[in-house]
Structures are given as structure tokens and as C-alpha cells.
């Protein structure tokens, strides 16, 4: 049923460029897919693992910096470009996790914390590699087979199978043992250990898949957008993907990606009111809190508890 | 009989104060073994250690005649070491079927790739786990709760659960932490009726428990702790009627115990 849906969302969302010509609305759509996939990689490791990691833009960074570094300083192609941005996302999310994760779960997100301001640093200050505050502009738009992917809407497909990838694979992730024992080890770890699991294979693998996954979203982004700079990590991507991972409810695939849609396109949705417009969308997120503290889904999960409360009375 | 579990001169302390000052005892296989005594008398420090969650200072534990001495505790389940916690453990935000079948998976021979792919190995160990789950629960009465969520039991009912979760993979022994402080009087009999059905079928348990009437009419053999050292050894009866126990636990001389018994008769 959930699958039947998501497939035709997924379709639905393919037809976008057949449906409008404006560049700009076809620019949202890359936004909300793009942001989704980041959202459901944070989701991975905070909603269902319990590690709220900061990291996530520090990754997010990194996969624009060396996707769009493959392709304009070592001459490689867009392609190399997004798995080299997930394998060298991975190994640095191994290297903070290993460490990091012996310790508890507030260190954890002091370091990672640490980790993205890092990365804003080095993204500016490492003027040799990344140019600096100046960035590196006119980052060519890809080709695959001899077919070039210049115009957005023809960027757009490649955004599109690129996010519906990743969130099979996401999905195909959560909803297996691999992903119950997550869900496991956030709710009670001496339990999970008490039952022959040890966590930390678990923890760290979850770490670097949701780095690599990030990543490589970062690579397209920055690909979408044209230009890298240290503005690419801007904590503005950050708060986006936890909103979408809050609102959404944390521990839900499929609440979070429909958050990740509706919350992209909700800022344009309001654009009837040019002056107001932020301030009614931080208004609709409190709202948002304080009438579903646990988001969407942990609030339609609570109905259902309820329901099944007076039931077995 | 022959020992399952054998403890030998098990040491722990905390800053100086010893919580176990060389502590040995056996469980012999197929029994139902209590470990009573006062508290901060060391029984809990001594399911710690010997589950791995906490470091021992010394001393070995040798798990059916494998040296478990000083491992993780998650290789201590793996070698067939199940336990309960005292503040009841399960998952409170997954269903019953969920809980159980997390506590058997580690057990499997099913890998990530036999799930991704659905093969014979993967759906056979679903399959045994889901009907020894099934089995587990109709013990403890908790079958219409099959798909609810465990968060929303009793207290007594999540005891239950977390004693089912530690029998799901066919452990060698059960080590169950006060099993039953804090439970419904009415439900603590069904607990000790369940247990006692289980050790008939052929499981062993060590049980630390406050519970004098529930130790004696479960327990074939008791141990006492008293300060971190073994202060008496043997069946309930003997322990009902040994000095040392009586001052230890109860503060009571024999005359005084022999007194209140028949001043309850």
C-alpha cells in the first residue's frame, strides 16, 4: 500500500518537467528531492539510531567540495565525482564515529557540531584547494552515453533517479532487520547488548552510510546550483533537514519524506506574501510542534496507540 | 547434574569497598538456583559481572565449560547467557512480536544479504523464531497483545516480556534480576507457575530475588550473599533454619524465626 503510493509519488514527481516549463518551479522540485534524500540519510542515524548528528553539513560540504573538485582540478567526470564524495564521506564518518561513539551520545553531538564548523573552516580558510570565499564557479552540468543533461529540466531527471535511488536503497535499509535493530538500540541499548548484539557495528555502519548518502546529495546540489562556496555550508541546510527529520517524525521513513516534499515547497507556497513569508513559516513550524511535539507520524502513531489502548481495555 | 554456569572466587570493588570478596558457586544444569541476601549484600554486582556489564577485579566464570570470564556481555549472550534486568528492559516502542524476534536474531544464521534476497536460510529462521515466539507467548498469557505495542503493558505484563525476550534463543541459562519485585501480588504466582513449567521443560535459571516465599517454592538450591562473600549454601529448607542466614537477612535468632512461623500457623 505505503509502496504503491511512493511509487506513484515518484512517478508524479518524473512528470514534473513535462508539466511546467519554468525553470524556477523545476529548481524547487530539485530542492525539495535533493533535501529529501539528505533528510531521510539524517533520519538514518538520529530518527532511527539516536545520534543527533551535526555532521550531516559537514558532509553535505564535503560531497560539493569534492564532487565539484573531481570534476573542475583532477579533470574527472560528475559521475567519479558523487562516488568519490560517498567513499570519502564514509571513510571520515568511520574515523569521527569509531572514537566518538565509545563515548555517549552528547559528546557525540559536541563533536559532530565541532566536525561542520571545521569543514566551514577549511572550505574558507584552504585557499589552495578550495579557492577560498571566492568558490568555484560554473561547475559544468553533466553528460552520461553522449547525451548532456545541459538545461535544468534535463538536470532534473538526473536529480530525480539520483534521490529515487537513494531512498529505495534508504527505505530498503530502515525497513529491514538492519534498520529494527536501529530503532532497537535508540530505545534500549544494554537491552540490544543483553541479546548478543554488540551496537557499535551497527551505530558506526549507520554513520557512514547516512554520510556517504549526504554526500553525494551535496555533490548534485552543488551541481545544481553551479557555483561552490563556503556559503554551501551554510547552517541554513542543516536546520533545513532537521526540521524535515522533526516535523516529519524521527523513526519514520516515510513520514520524513513526505515532510522533505511538503516543507521545500512550503516557503514558495507563501510567496503570495512576499513581506510575511518566513514569519508565517516559522509560525506553521511551531504550531507544528506544539500540537505534534513527536511530528506527523508521531502523532498519527499515537492515534493508532490509542485506538488500540481502548481496545484492548 | 552437572554444573552450567561455575563462578570461582569472584572479586569486585567499588573505590575500596569490596561488593564481592571472592564469591564461588555453581549452577548445576536443569536447576532453578536463587541468589538471595540483603541488600548491597553483592547479588546484583554478581549477575553484573557475570553477564559482562560490568568489569570483575577478578575470578573466573566458566559458562558450559567455556571461559567467559572478562568478555563483552553481548559475547556472553552468544554463548548462550541470557538475562533480565531489575528496572524492567524491553522495547517499549515495538510490538510483542517485534521484541521477541530481536532477541532471537543474533542467534540465526540468516545474514543481511539472505533478508535482501528472502532465501530458504532467511525465512526458515523467521519462521522457527516466530513459532518459538509464539509458543512463548500462549506461556505467558499475553497473546492478544501479539501486534500491540509493548509500551503500553503493565508493569508485571513487561516483566513477562522481557522473560520471554531472554528465553527466545534456547539459552543455556536464564539469569533473571528480581523477576517479580514491584509485581501485582495476584500475578506473581502466575510468574512462579510459568517459570516452574519452563524448568520442567528443561530450562535453567539463576534468580536474584527479595522474594522469600517465591525462592522457596521455586529455588531447588539457595545461596545466600551477605557483605560480598557466600554466607550459606543449600536447599531452601536449609537456609530457613541456618543462624547465620536468620541474623544476616533477617536479624532474627533461629528461637525468634521458629517463634513468628508459628505464631503465623
Known amino acids: 500500500m505505503k509502496l504503491a503510493a511512493a511509487l506513484l509519488a515518484a512517478l508524479a514527481f518524473a512528470a514534473l518537467p513535462l508539466l511546467t516549463s519554468s ?40 560531497g560539493g567540495y569534492v564532487t565539484a573538485l573531481t570534476v573542475v582540478t583532477f579533470g574527472g567526470n560528475f559521475w567519479w565525482g558523487l562516488v568519490w564524495a560517498a567513499l570519502i564521506n564514509a571513510l571520515v564518518a568511520l574515523a569521527i564515529g569509531y572514537p566518538t561513539l565509545r563515548t555517549n551520545r552528547h559528546a557525540f553531538v559536541i563533536v559532530t557540531l565541532t566536525f561542520a564548523l571545521l569543514v566551514t573552516l577549511i572550505a574558507r580558510d584552504w585557499v589552495d584547494l578550495t579557492r577560498g570565499p571566492l568558490g568555484i564557479p560554473n561547475l559544468p552540468r553533466p553528460s552520461a552515453f553522449g547525451y548532456h543533461f545541459g538545461t535544468t529540466p534535463q538536470f532534473y531527471w538526473v536529480t ?48 557512514a552510510i547516512s554520510a556517504a548518502v549526504t554526500g553525494a546529495a551535496g555533490g548534485v546540489y552543488a551541481f545544481h546550483l553551479g557555483i561552490i562556496d563556503p ?57 507544528a510542534m506544539f500540537v505534534m511535539p513527536s511530528g506527523v507520524a508521531g502523532w498519527l502513531r499515537e492515534r493508532e496507540l490509542n485506538r488500540m489502548r481502548e481496545q484492548l481495555r | 547434574m552437572s554444573a552450567i554456569l561455575d563462578v570461582t572466587d569472584l572479586r569486585k570493588s567499588y573505590a575500596g569497598v569490596h561488593a564481592l570478596d571472592g564469591v564461588s558457586f555453581a549452577v548445576e544444569a536443569g536447576s532453578v538456583t536463587g541468589l538471595i541476601g540483603p541488600n548491597g549484600s553483592g547479588k546484583s554486582t554478581a549477575i553484573d559481572c557475570i553477564s559482562g556489564f560490568q568489569k570483575r577485579d577478578g575470578g573466573r566464570i566458566v ?99 522481557a522473560l520471554a525476550a531472554a528465553l527466545m534463543p534456547h539459552p543455556k541459562i536464564v539469569v533473571l534480576d528480581e523477576p517479580v519485585a514491584g509485581v501485582n501480588p495476584s500475578r506473581i504466582r502466575e510468574i512462579e507457575v510459568a517459570l516452574a513449567e519452563l524448568n520442567r521443560a528443561g530450562e535453567t535459571f539463576l534468580i536474584v530475588e527479595h522474594n522469600v516465599e517465591f525462592i522457596t517454592n521455586l529455588c531447588h538450591r539457595v545461596i545466600v550473599l551477605d557483605q560480598g562473600r557466600k554466607l550459606a549454601e543449600g536447599t531452601a529448607q536449609e537456609i530457613h533454619t541456618d543462624a547465620r542466614v536468620l541474623e544476616a537477612y533477617l536479624g532474627m535468632t533461629p528461637e525468634m524465626a521458629e517463634a513468628e512461623m508459628r505464631g503465623a500457623a
Not at chain 1, 27 to 55: E, K
Open chain 2, 63 to 161: 559458562l558450559a565449560g567455556k571461559d567467559i570470564s572478562g568478555q563483552a556481555a553481548h559475547h556472553i549472550a552468544r554463548a548462550g547467557l541470557m538475562r533480565t534486568f531489575q528496572t524492567v528492559r524491553i522495547y517499549e516502542r515495538l510490538n510483542l512480536r517485534d521484541n521477541l524476534a530481536i532477541a532471537a536474531q543474533q542467534f540465526d544464521a540468516a545474514t543481511w544479504v539472505d533478508e535482501l534476497l528472502r532465501t530458504r536460510r532467511y525465512r526458515q529462521a523467521v519462521e522457527k523464531a516466530e513459532t518459538r515466539a509464539l509458543e512463548l507467548v500462549e506461556l505467558i498469557g499475553l497473546k492478544r497483545y501479539w501486534e500491540a505495542e509493548t509500551g503500553i503493558l503493565s508493569y508485571g505484563q513487561k516483566k513477562l516480556v
Open chain 1, 23 to 62: 525553470n524556477y518551479i523545476i529548481g524547487i522540485g530539485i530542492s525539495a528531492l535533493i533535501f529529501t534524500v539528505a533528510a531521510a540519510a539524517l533520519n538514518l542515524v538520529y530518527g532511527f539510531t539516536g545520534l543527533l548528528s551535526f555532521a550531516q553539513l559537514g558532509f553535505w560540504g564535503i
Open chain 1, 231 to 287: 556559503l554551501f555550508l551554510d547552517f541554513y541546510y542543516m536546520q533545513t533537514f532537521l526540521i524535515i527529520v522533526i516535523i516529519g517524525g524521527a523513526g519514520s521513513f516515510w513520514g520524513v519524506v513526505a515532510a522533505g516534499v511538503a516543507l521545500s515547497a512550503l516557503p514558495e507556497a507563501l510567496r503570495f506574501s512576499a513581506d510575511f513569508r518566513m514569519i508565517i513559516y516559522g509560525v506553521i513550524l511551531v504550531v
Open chain 1, 160 to 207: 530525480w533517479a539520483f534521490s529515487v535511488a537513494m531512498l529505495a536503497f534508504l527505505y530498503a535499509l530502515c525497513s529491514s532487520r538492519i534498520g529494527r535493530t536501529l530503532i532497537a538500540i535508540k530505545q534500549n541499548e544494554p537491552l540490544v547488548r543483553a541479546q548478543g548484539i554488540s551496537p557499535m557495528p551497527y551505530k558506526l555502519s549507520a554513520f
